[in-house]
């Protein structure tokens, strides 16, 4: 089987393993992924990231000539896009900017003039209603018509998509898995020294922005309903909420037991989580609707779970978006914003060590069943060979 997979997401390196691992799975498998030249991360202020091509064995990256470095649905690739598709002749080819993107509808389009008869696939995160005005709404329609199988990297996403006609094949899984080698349960004695973390200190960990979606104020209000117990708050990240957190710890009395930490890289995020003995993400729904279009943010996935789960380190999060899906029973839920339900949860957690060690196993197992990178490499592999074998299936409402 021959894969195709453009995104700008593999320009990063370490975004690519579980596409290497999927070219690994068993002999007869080659996967070629398409990368932009040149790619303006979003946020980052002039930078332009330069994609250099490397091989391993069957996996390949390869950087193209692209329109629209910074723009997803833009995305788009020069004419060396066709003589690599005569060479390769993909058996499936996925993008992974979204269902209106224009680099799918290219490739889509190449597919048919050259006859390759491979087939299409695409994979987004849009979680959140929407509605075209023409020709966007053209070009997903086009998209969609031609599309042999979505995946979705959340439930929400295949929701919408159903609910804009698509009827084919779907997957619901993430973009991105964990490496368990990276991360996983390890002693971490000189980092705790360095923050003044003591051996039966319970600590309590959140990753991710201080912003208002992320919960990071909600988190502080329910702490200060426990001011009884011993706990500390590991802090790990940075936000324009900075101020006004530290303002309410303050308020309430628990500063002193915060520990906060500015960001750190991915690969040193591992020591820190684990430190903890609970990751709370207690992440807040914040969109409005207008003329049936959806302006803000709910939780796309939350990747930090799956790699809290990795290091054997129990979860509780919010019910907004995806977060649910992928703690499923290895966890604690809670209603999002609600500071009394997740003060009942950390409570659970903190004063039942026994309760808070299963927590953790099961979801180290789920983690290591749903969401590794082999993991996944074999569901999207799986799926791709149930569209090969389908006679049809693409599938969308006229």
């Not at 064995?57 to 000539?65: N, S």
């Not at 104020?217 to 309903?225: C, E, N, P, R, Y």
Request: aromatic residues 8%; contains cysteine; neutral net charge.
């Amino acid at each position: 089987m021959k894969i195709l997979v453009a995104s700008h997401t593999y320009i990063v390196e370490l975004n690519c393993e579980k596409l290497r691992t999927l070219a690994n799975l068993a002999d007869g498998i080659e996967v070629t992924v398409v990368v932009p030249q040149r790619w303006k991360p979003g946020g980052v202020q002039n930078k332009i990231i330069k994609a250099q091509p490397w091989y391993d064995g069957t996996f390949r990256v390869i950087p193209i000539a692209n329109l629209s470095q910074n723009n997803q649905p833009l995305l788009s690739f020069g004419t060396e896009i066709i003589s690599l598709l005569q060479e390769f002749k993909p058996n499936v080819i996925q993008v992974e900017q979204g269902a209106k993107s224009l680099g799918y509808a290219q490739l889509i389009t190449l597919n048919r003039l050259l006859n390759l008869k491979a087939k299409n696939c695409f994979f987004t995160w849009w979680n959140l209603p929407y509605q075209n005005k023409f020709p966007i709404s053209w070009l997903e329609n086009y998209n969609l018509r031609h599309t042999d199988g979505l995946i979705a990297g959340n439930q929400d996403a295949e929701d919408i998509l159903r609910e804009h006609g698509y009827t084919g094949a779907v997957k619901v899984m993430p973009q991105l898995g964990v490496d368990e080698n990276l991360f996983k349960a390890q002693q971490q004695a000189e980092l705790a020294s360095e923050l003044g973390i003591k051996s039966d200190d319970f600590v309590i960990g959140f990753v991710g922005r201080f912003v208002p979606e992320k919960g990071i104020l909600t988190l502080i209000k329910a702490l200060s309903g426990l001011k009884e117990l011993s706990w500390k708050l590991l802090l790990l990240g940075r936000g324009e909420l900075k101020e006004n957190l530290l303002k309410e710890a303050r308020e309430n009395e628990i500063q002193d037991r915060l520990i906060l930490t500015e960001s750190v890289p991915h690969d040193a995020v591992p020591r820190y989580i684990n430190l903890m003995n609970v990751l709370v993400l207690p992440s807040e729904t914040n969109y409005q609707v207008k003329t049936l279009t959806a302006v803000g943010w709910k939780e796309q996935f939350g990747h930090v779970l799956i790699e809290a789960m990795a290091c054997q380190v129990p979860v509780i999060g919010s019910n907004s978006g995806e977060i649910p899906y992928v703690i499923g029973e290895a966890g604690l839920i809670f209603p999002e914003g609600d500071s009394a339900a997740l003060e009942t949860c950390l409570r659970q957690v903190i004063t039942q060590p026994e309760f808070a060690q299963k927590l953790a196993q099961s979801g180290y197992e789920r983690v290591i069943e749903k969401y590794t990178n082999k993991a996944l490499a074999k569901q999207q592999l799986e799926f791709y060979q149930e569209l090969i074998s389908a006679p049809n299936s693409r599938a969308i409402k006229k």
